[in-house]
């Protein structure tokens, strides 16, 4: 078990909470009794020949009155030379309810600052917690926008060829109207509606779609915070914030379980009912249309200016590729063409959307659709996710009819697919012709005028702005760094990074471009809005010096400094250099300044100041006190970040940095923001990892301190999980480091080994050659060394028996430990390396079975393990069980108050209620593995599953963030698909198959497969007594053949004992399965086991475990027998086992021999003898006798000293079962047992046998 110091883990606790994330209850984005509607209106228009466009329908009401407009925009031009066409519009509320609604918006909003308020003056007095605050203020972020959300249709129109009309095709066009901005989910269900309303064109048919759509079930989509997306937008990672989900499934059921909801069914049926997204990106849910469940897909974190399903990628494509063959010059434009006549048509498009241009997508010819694909693509381009007022102002779709509206709208973009409004360049500013793939400026447009911004600039720096405003780039560089930004765009595409990883790029040309414009209004006029300087820049805070906040903020761990590198100074955007700052500020200075004056200009002021707000100085509890407010620190994360990413800067300037950085990355909304601007893609925390190595000791131990936060931060532990090795290593170097002064004896003691090499010279010798095969070696063979490795930190700590051959030998380990490193796997052969670690036998414990527990219960239980030789259980645990925290807490405090060396470690079910998550599954690693009492192997903590195949790909992650040893059970893959991940994944391999496929005994052909596949590596070898289940309501009801099988399996068990490591006991409690071995707790006993459980007591099979261990863990064959003269003498032992109904006794009960779904079935009674099975532990010969009812005694000869395993079978006898072991005339062992009898419950055969023992 890893050590830690005892200022290390409380320090490291004082955070937990802030964290792992609010304990405040979760908040669904769709709540079940919110008033608004998935979709709010259903239309239906189609095409008269003689009427032209018309609407039939407006269902449940009316939205517009003009009918007219709506079914033009339905039924778009051309559209009847086309089977099907899609196509996007927006519509905005008639104005008494846009008014209405804004009211109604402004009052919440009240309420809302009213409760704010009043929480803050709390949170001053310590009276509530930051995040009861922060809940209400992000509650507000999407409604504080302003404006009323706008109503986005999506409109499907199918053309239908029929003789018997006029023109001989049907057009009829339907569409969906819906505040959700992801309307392209509804596409499946258009599909299936509008052909259902050919069919029957009747209000029914629309209703039918109306209903089913807004039964959708999305109140378990959480809400998530504006960091919380900007993560989730920033990463391909498919597990990222998985925990939200999980908390919201857990409030379901706990909520179902206080209303009695659930009553009707099972636990692990009300939990089958919800399942966490395999990708956090979409929630997974489904419509019910007709009968049919069509599965639906929404995004969870999507920008307020994406819409619908489109491409960037493709945008890209289909501009730039034309430019890149064959490049046609731009007309000039100060605004538009930033990098000269070539600039790339994409950024000509972006200074487009910034500076306000009207903007016109042509596709003559092509489908509305396409149109208005690239109409959203270009929203989302120019907005970058951070800029607003593009999509209010989009028409995806529109026509000649309505050009006299559009022109009033300034800075529109809009999507058409005639091709007159290419002849009329007073139209537009930016015509983007879709076929052709070119751009072309319009020869209309004006040239900007020189503004007073432009002026005073050229003033300060007449060499690069000439007085008409234009950039003097006499160089010829790339000033903007719009060529090279889209030159690592194409890479991208070209190397397929994918849509996410493009969308990220152009987010960060946005940022880029909002900084850069701060810093010109800085300079230009004095000050800038366009980020929120910290009061700390001109004023710091002012700080008592028996504040507790002064003490919290200047380190986090350890004592305080007389320098507070909480309120760094410094902001905006970082250059190399002042040069290449103002090189790139003339570069920008007249799109900037064109962009000043625009509605995404005001609308970011406008957001920056809102968040800034939210953001403001708030506290954070100190580790000293726990309800003393603390100040936060306010500082700009990503210019400290930039410098150190991009800035050569003395020892005493980053540290300040990293500093400063530690203080303000404590809980778990900072930790989200540090998170933000450290992406995956862009070397993750990479730079803040450097400061491991920072000459100061207090710097690199409060980088440890942020790091081991980040671990335990939900999101955080998967950019950890990240980090290369050699930043591991050197994080462990300053871990041991700052934790030094624990411990007393550091330089010689040799922490956390694995591994222990202990072998004579000679044989060592040839493997250190092997390791590095430049040494040869060749020592006496008398000596011995003794070394310690440790491969658990990456930083090994080798000890050596000083010799004259030392110096040789340590020369060969570091060679070694480089190829380690280097390689991340050991540099010796498993073979080279024989572990100090003994075998070990687990019980496999269900832990559902054990609710009504109690902790003297398990006290219990553990110590009649113990006594069996068991040496731990594994602990199962089934996803979203409400009671595994309370059952394992008893657990383990029962086993730490026992003490001992008997051990527990959590087992993953992922078939009995669903699937985990992997952020589940590290949280619970990391929560247990803490306790003295739990496993460890190697010195990792020990982690099994029971299947899990599904989510192989969650381990990498689980194992980075736990340091877990990993010994899955993947049966279901066979021994050579499981081995597939040996290695990166899996540490080693248990199996399940305990039971045989027949009538046939079970053999070790399926061992010696594990076993060939795993080439050294742990194997835990599966040990059960029996299998029979009748639970139909579980889909299960079948035995298998166990009649012998739990002493044969025992003798294979040490047969292989020299090649396996584990030995798993199935089970120590599965009541269900009648594979049990512990104490029967009727409280455990599943629903409907109860007939054939009872009072069917098996711990005589227990009883023989301490023989049978022993034999395996000496590797002896021959410790099966022994004599009395042995030296350990044992106690000589009876235990039999036998059915009480003859398999002819009654019905079978369904039961079969076999599992039906994918084996051989057989007859129950075929598979299960009419025998009486007895095990006897002698000293030496003697006479076994068996009597049934009034029978005569059948006499079996005991010849041998040791364990003696043999049957009788009954025939048709009934009574109870006397037996007796005689030796020399004299009666040794004695036991009665329950009667056989013909008499079954319900008429049902019970499958499952007592066992008795004496």
Known sequence: MPLESP?????????????????????????????????????????????????????????????????ELMLPDQTHVRSQDWTIFFLHKDAGAEEEEVAEKEARREQRRERIKAKAEALSRGEVQEEDLSSDEAESDEDDAGEPPLMYVLNLVNTKKDNTVKRGAVVKAMAICTRHSFLHIYKPL??????????????????????????????????????????????????????????????????????????????????????????????ESKVIYNDIPIPIKVPTALSSETVGDFSLVKLIQTFGNPHVTSPQPFTPHSHLTTSGPNTHPIIVLINAMLTQKRIIFLGHNRPSGEVAEAVLAACALGSGSILRGFTRHAFPYTDLTKIDELLKVPGFIAGVTNPAFANH????????????????????????????????????HPSLLSPAGAFNNTTGNDATGDTAFM???????????????????????????????????????????????????????????????????NLVRGSPTSEDHSFLRGHGYVWPDDLSKNRELAANAARIEGWRNTRSYYSFISDVARQHSYNAPSSALSPTSPTAPTLKPRIDLQHHHDRLRNLKLSPASAGAIYLAICAHSVDYDSICHLLTITPLSQAGLFYICYGLWHPDKNVRSEIVGLLER???HPVGRHWWARVGGWVKMGFWRARRERDAASRTDDDDEAINAVGVINSNVDSFGGRVGRANRKTSLNIEPTLTLFIVINFESINPIVTFKKNQYTGVVKHTMRSAFKNFVRNQTSPFRQEDVQTATPKYVIAHFILGNAAAMTVDDWCDDINQASAYG????????????????????????????????????????????????????ISKINHYQTSPAYFRYLGKPFVSTFEGTGNIDDWPSIKAATNCYFVPDWSSLGPHGAGKYLGAIADGL????????????????????????????????????????????????????????WHYRWEQAVQLSSRTQFIQIITWNDYGESHYIGPVRPAGRPPGSEWYVGDHDHQGWGELLPYYISAY???????????????????????????????????????????????????????????????????????LRVRIGNQSWRSISLGSAGINHVSTPFHGETGQVSIEVIRDGQTLLSAVGREITTDCIAGKVNWNPIVGRA
Not at 428 to 442: A, E, Q, V
Not at 1135 to 1161: C, E, F, M
């Open 7 to 71: 200022s290390s883990s409380s320090s490291l606790s004082a955070h937990l909470d802030g964290v792992r994330g609010r304990s405040k209850r979760l908040k669904s984005q769709y709540p079940p009794d919110a008033p608004e509607r998935h979709v709010e209106y259903i239309l239906v228009a189609s095409f008269d020949i003689d009427r032209g466009s018309t609407m039939e329908h407006q269902y449940p009401g009316v939205i517009s009155p003009d009918e007219n407009m709506l079914a």
């Open 190 to 283: 258009l599909l299936l509606a509008l052909e259902d309303y050919f069919k029957s064109p009747y209000p029914e048919t629309l209703a039918a779609l109306y209903n089913a759509v807004n039964a959708m079930d999305l109140s378990l989509m959480p809400r998530l915070s504006y960091l919380e997306k900007n993560i989730l937008q920033a990463t391909e990672l498919k597990d990222v914030l998985a925990e939200k989900f999980e908390i919201m499934i857990q409030q379901r059921l706990e909520d179902e379980k206080a209303s009695n909801q659930a009553t009707q069914d099972s636990p692990s049926k009300a939990a089958s009912r919800y399942t966490i997204p395999r990708d956090t990106h979409e929630f």
């Open 425 to 460: 360049p007073e139209w537009w500013d930016l015509l983007c012709d879709i076929p052709t793939g070119r751009m072309k400026i319009s020869s209309s447009i004006e040239q900007p005028e020189i503004t007073e911004g432009l002026v005073a600039f050229q003033q300060q």
């Open 487 to 553: 030159d690592d765009i194409n890479r991208s595409i070209v190397q397929r990074h994918g849509e996410p990883a493009i969308r990220w790029k152009f987010r960060s040309y946005i940022s880029k471009f909002t900084r850069v414009a701060a810093a010109f209004e800085e300079i230009v006029y004095g000050a800038s809005n366009l980020y929120s300087i910290p009061p700390t820049e001109t004023d710091p805070p002012e700080i008592s010096p028996t504040s507790p906040s002064r003490n919290r903020i």
């Open 710 to 712: 980040i671990q335990e």
């Open 870 to 921: 068991i040496d731990a259980f594994a602990l199962n645990i089934a996803f979203l069980d409400p009671n595994n925290d309370e059952i394992l807490s008893k657990a383990f405090h029962a086993a730490e108050r026992l003490g001992g060396g008997f051990k527990l470690y959590l087992n993953f079910d992922y078939q009995a209620w669903g699937v985990w998550s992997a952020n589940s599954v």
């Open 990 to 1045: 248990a199996s399940w198959n305990a039971w045989p496929d027949g009538p046939e005994p079970l053999g070790i052909s399926e061992d010696e497969h594990y076993l060939q596949v795993l080439s050294g590596r742990p194997y835990m070898m599966p040990i059960s007594p029996w299998f029979y289940t009748s639970l139909p309501n579980y889909g299960k009801n079948w035995l298998w053949h166990s009649d012998n099988l």
């Open 1113 to 1183: 863990k000496s590797c002896q064959l021959s410790n099966l027998t022994f004599s009395a003269s042995s030296p350990d003498q044992r106690e000589e032992k009876l235990v039999y086992w036998y059915r009480i109904n003859p398999g002819l006794a009654g019905s079978d009960g369904g039961t079969t021999g076999n599992n039906p779904s994918y084996q051989k079935v057989y007859p129950a009674h075929t598979l299960a003898e009419d025998r009486v099975f007895v095990t006897v532990v002698l000293h030496s010969s003697a006479e």
